[in-house]
């Protein structure tokens, strides 16, 4: 599984499915339309696409759920341009451990209508997929995914995210200050400026 290629084409959906003869899978849609069975679970192939921005899942969770005061179908932000919206696909799954919950990006909705049972989501690449809550919960989720990005935005932007010498521990700055000074005669001594 190639998830780099995936995140060059941009993900629009992970969505839980059961395939013939292979299970419960995971169905990847990609911005541009296409669709690509993965022959894991959408929690593994989550974890997969997150360590590939770098991104640890449980502590996303933690912090920005604190910021929407909820604890369970918290957006995840793994980049300005990616946050996933977990939404349930399915209504009970034929394994314990299969799962209902898929992940809608939040930047690829573009319409959302409600329906029997649920509603139905139309993606920025013309892909409708029908979600098993409320119209109205996944307006709330968007609400909270809008928040979710603004707040990553400026986190970004402000460098909480970055290391602040300041901040360093004690000893520290002082071995930081050592090392820099040795590169630096290492670096004059090799171009002669010694």
Known sequence: MNIEAFLNSGIAALVPVYESGQGNVTRLITSDGGEHLIPKTVKTVLKRVARAYGADLSALRKNYGKAVNRKNYVPIPLSSSLILIPVKFRERPLSENDGTVGYLSYYEIQKVSEEALGCRVLLSCGRELKI???????????????????LYDERQKSGKNRINEDKLA????????????????????????F
């Open 132 to 150: 098993l809550i409320a119209k109205s919960t996944l307006m709330e989720y968007m609400k909270d995914a809008r928040l979710i990005a603004s």
């Open 170 to 193: 004690y000893g520290e700055k002082e071995h930081l200050r050592e090392e820099l000074v040795k590169l630096l005669l290492q670096i004059l001594e090799k171009s002669g400026g």
